[in-house]
C-alpha cells in the first residue's frame, strides 16, 4: 500500500510537471493529492463511485468533490454518502484544508476516524454516521472550531466520549448513538450554548445526566434512550421549552417529573414526543401535561406512576400514541370521554394499571383510526360496550384479566381489520356468532371466562387463526367440525376445561400446523381418532379427563416431535403402546389402571433431566414427601430453589386451604394447585380454611388478602420450575405472610369480632397483584408497546453552507 501510494504521487506529480495542460498544474496540489490518498485507502467500491477519480478529468469534476472557484480550486465539499465504499479514511483527509463539509453516512468506512480531521479548521459538517469506525472518537476534532453538525451515529466507536467536544462553541446538532462507548455524558457539554440536537441513544453510556445539561436554553431534541442511565433528570430540563423530541427511554432514572400534587406547570408546552418508558419513574403524572398542545406521542408504559390519569387531554388534538400502561396508576375511565377529542389517535396502552370502573359508552367516539387499544390487567368492570364496533380499523383489542361481564357484543364483527383479541381472565358469559367475521383474525383468547353454550360453528371462517384458547369456561356441545378443520392454527388449540361431548371430529387431522391440542376435562367421548396421526408438529397433546374409550391408536408413532402426552382419565383399554419407548416425551400420563404393560421407560425419558410422570408415583422414586415435592424431583433432578419455591407454595396452599396435597379428594384429575388456581379469584372464600370461612364476612380488604396469599402459593407451585416464582421476590414478603396467616387463625380462635382488619401489610396485596403472583394459562399480551421511531432529526443533509 504504501510503495502503491509513493508511486501514485510520484506519477502524479510527474504527470503534472511534463503535462502541459495548465487547469491541472495550477491547480493545488496539495487537495489532489490528498484525494489521491484518500482513494488509495479505499478497498471497494462496489458501485464504481470512485471510477471518476482519474486523471482525464479535473479533480474538482470528480464524483462527489465539490470546490470553491473563489479559492482556487480548493475543495470545499466531499459527499460520498451512499456508495457501499469500504476501507478505511485517510489521514491525508486532514490536509484539504478549506473542507467545509464531509459527507460519507451509509458506507463501510472502517479503523478509527484519524486525528488529522482536526486540522480541518474550516469543517462544518461532518457525517460519518452508519459505518464501522472503530477506536476512540480523537480528542482532535475539538480542534475543529466551526463545527455545527458532527453525527456519528451508529459506528463501533469505544471508549469515553471526550470532554474536548465541549469546546465546540458552534456545535448545533450532536449524534453519537449506536456506538460502543464506556463511561458517562461529560458535563462539559453543558458547555454547547449553540446546541439544538443531542442524540445519545444505544451507546452503554453509565450514571446521571450531567446538571449542565439543562444550561443548553436552545434545545429541541434530547434523544438518550437505551443507556444505562440512572439518578434523576435534572429538572432544569423540563423548563426548556423549545424541546418538541424528549425520550430517555429504557433506562433506569428515578424520580418524579411533577409536584406531588402534580399540580406544578408542564412548561414544555412544544413537546410532540415524549418518551419516559421503562424507567422507574414515580410520582403523579402532570396535570397540566396537557399544557404540552401539540404532543403527538406520550409513552411512560413501564414505570411507576401512581394517582390519577392527567385532565383535559381533549387539548392534545394531534395525539397518536398514548402508553401509560404498566404503572400504579388509579382512576376511573371518565377520562375515555376526554381522549373522544383527539380525532389522530391510533394507539392507546393503558394495560396493568389500577384502573376501575366501568367502560364509558363514549368509547364508541374514539378516533377511528383507533389501530390498538389494550386495557389488560386492571379492574374493569360491566359489560363491554356495544359501541366498540365503531372502531373500525383497530387491530388489536387486549381486554384480558378484568372483571368485564356479560356477553361479548355482535358489534365485535365490524372490526373486519382485527387482527388479535384477547379476553381471558374474565366473567363474560357469550361469544356471539359474528366472530366469523374477523377473517384477519390470528389469535382469539377467550380463556377463564363463563362463556356457555355451544362453540359458534363460524369461527371456522377464520382462516388466518393461529392461536385459539376458549379453556376455562362452561361451553357445552359438541366440537364444530368446521373448527377441527383450521389448518392455519400453528401455536394452540386449546378447548380445556368446559363440558363439551360428543367426539373428537376425524377433521382434527387438518391441524397439520398445531403444536399444541389440549381438550383435556371435557366430556368428550368415543376412540381417539386415527387422524391424529396427520398432525405432524404437534409437541403436547393433553386429552386427560374425558371419556374416550378404545385403545391408544398405534398410528401416533408418527408424531416425532410430541413432548408432553395426556390420556389420563379416560376409558383406555389395551396395552401401553411400546412406540412410546421411541417418543422424546418429557412429561406422559396416561392412567395405568385402565390400561397394562410396562411404560418403557429408557427410551421415553432418554437424555432428558426434567420430566415428571405424573399418575402413578411407584413408578419412580421420589425424594422427601410425596405431594410436596417439585414435579421435576421425580427422576432425581438435583435439588434447587425453584424446587424449594414449590414446596414452600404448596405449605402456602395448605395453611390456607386445611387441606393436603396428598388429600383423596386430590387423587384424580385435579391437584392442590389447580383446586385453588380454578378458584381465583371469586370463588376463594369457598375454598379456604373452614374456620376463617365461618367466622368473617367477606370484607373486600379480607378477600383481596386471601386472593393475594393464594396467588403467591399458587405461583410459587407451578408444574413448571420456569414460571414458578422467584425467591427473591417471595423474600420480600414471607415474614409477612406468616403475619397474615397468625393473624387470621388468631381472629378464628378467638372468634371475628375482635379483629377489625384492614391490619394487612401492604407488601402482601402488592405481591398478590404482581404479574407474577398471577397463575395463567398463557401470559397476557397487550403489553407490548412500539416505541414509534424517533430518529428524524438527523435526516442526510440538504442544506447548504
Ligand atoms: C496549496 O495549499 C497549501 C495547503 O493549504 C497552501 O499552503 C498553499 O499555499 C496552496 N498553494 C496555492 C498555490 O494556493
Ligand atoms: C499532507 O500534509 C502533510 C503535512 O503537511 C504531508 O507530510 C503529506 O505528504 C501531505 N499528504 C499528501 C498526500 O500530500
Ligand atoms: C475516468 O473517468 C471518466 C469519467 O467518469 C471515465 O469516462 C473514464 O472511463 C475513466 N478512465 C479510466 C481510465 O478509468
Ligand atoms: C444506504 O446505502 C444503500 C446502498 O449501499 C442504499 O441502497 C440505501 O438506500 C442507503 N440508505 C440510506 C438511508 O441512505
Ligand atoms: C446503513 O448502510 C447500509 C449500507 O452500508 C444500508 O444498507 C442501511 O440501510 C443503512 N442503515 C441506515 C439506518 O441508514
Ligand atoms: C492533535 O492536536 C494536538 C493538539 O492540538 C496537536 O499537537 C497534534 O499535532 C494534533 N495531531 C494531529 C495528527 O493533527
Ligand atoms: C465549560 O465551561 C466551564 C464553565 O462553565 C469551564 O470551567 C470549563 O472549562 C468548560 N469546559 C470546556 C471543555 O469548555
Ligand atoms: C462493546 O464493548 C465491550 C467491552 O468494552 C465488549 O465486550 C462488547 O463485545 C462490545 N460490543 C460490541 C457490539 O462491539
Ligand atoms: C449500569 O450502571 C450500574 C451503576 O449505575 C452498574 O452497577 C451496572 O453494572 C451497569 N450495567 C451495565 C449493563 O453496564
Ligand atoms: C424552572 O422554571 C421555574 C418557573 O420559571 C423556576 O421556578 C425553576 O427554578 C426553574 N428550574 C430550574 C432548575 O431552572
Ligand atoms: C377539542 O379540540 C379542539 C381543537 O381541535 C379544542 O379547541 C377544544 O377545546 C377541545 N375540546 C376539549 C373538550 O378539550
Ligand atoms: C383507517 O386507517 C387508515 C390508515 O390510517 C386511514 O387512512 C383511514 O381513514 C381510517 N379509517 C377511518 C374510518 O378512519
Partial sequence: MAKCLTLLLYTGLVWCCFN??????????????ALISFKVSIDKDPFGALSSWNDSLHYCDWKGVMCSRRHQDRVIKLDLRSQGLVGSLSPHIGNLSFLRSIVFENNSFHDPIPQEIGRL??????????NSFGGQIPKNLSSCSNLKELNLIDNHLTGNIPGELGYLAKLQALGLGQNNFSGTIPPSLGNLSSLSIISLSYCNLHREIPVEISRLQGLTYVHLTNNNLSGKIPSGLFNISTIYVLTVAYNKLHGRISSDTGSSTFALTNLQYFSLTTNRFTGMIPASLSNASRLETVNFLGNSFTGPMPKDLGKLSHLQYFSFGVNRLQDDFSFISSLTNCTSLQYIQLGRNLLRGSLPDSIANLSTKMRW?????NQVQGSIPSGIGNLINLTALYMGYNQLSGPIPETIGKLHKMQELYFEGNSLTELPSSLGNLSLLNRLHVEQNNIYGSIP??????????????????LSGSIPPEIMSLSSISISLNLAHNGLTGALPSEVGSLKNVAELDLSNNKLSGPIPNSLQSCLSLERLVLGGNSFDGEIPTTLRELRGLRELDFSQNNLSGSIPSYLG????????????????????????????????????????VRGTIGYVAPEYGLGD????????????????????????????????????????????????????????SEHDPKTWFKDTLVSVLRIGAACSM??????????????FSNDVVYVQSWMF????????????????????????????????KPSKGYRFRDPSVDMAFRSPTADY
Fill in 582 to 621: 421411541n417418543l422424546q416425551l418429557e412429561k406422559l400420563n396416561l392412567s395405568f389402571n385402565h390400561l397394562h404393560g410396562e411404560v418403557p421407560m429408557e427410551g421415553v425419558f432418554r437424555n432428558r433431566s426434567a420430566i415428571s410422570v405424573v399418575g402413578n408415583s411407584d413408578l419412580c422414586g
Fill in 20 to 33: 502541459n495542460t495548465p487547469a491541472y498544474c495550477l491547480a493545488n496540489e496539495t487537495d489532489r493529492l
Fill in 638 to 693: 438435583r435439588a434447587s430453589t425453584e424446587g424449594d419455591m414449590y414446596s414452600y407454595g404448596i405449605l402456602l396452599l395448605e395453611m390456607f386451604t386445611g387441606k393436603r396435597p396428598t388429600d383423596n379428594v386430590f387423587k384424580d384429575t385435579m391437584s392442590l394447585h389447580s383446586f385453588v388456581e380454578c378458584a381465583l379469584p371469586n370463588q376463594v372464600m369457598e375454598i379456604v380454611d373452614p374456620c376463617i370461612r
Fill in 457 to 474: 360453528s363460524s369461527i371456522g371462517n377464520l382462516h388466518n387463526l393461529l392461536e385459539l384458547n376458549i379453556a376455562y369456561n362452561n
Fill in 121 to 130: 479548521f474550516r469543517l462544518r459538517r461532518l457525517y460519518l454516521n452508519n
Fill in 746 to 777: 388468631g381472629c378464628c380462635m378467638v372468634g371475628g369480632g375482635l379483629c377489625r382488619g384492614p391490619d394487612i401489610p401492604s407488601s402482601i396485596i402488592e405481591a398478590g397483584r404482581s404479574r407474577l403472583a398471577r397463575p395463567r394459562l
Fill in 719 to 732: 408444574d413448571s420450575p420456569r414460571d414458578r416464582m422467584q425467591i427473591q421476590v417471595v423474600a420480600n
Fill in 373 to 377: 387499544l389494550s386495557m389488560a390487567d
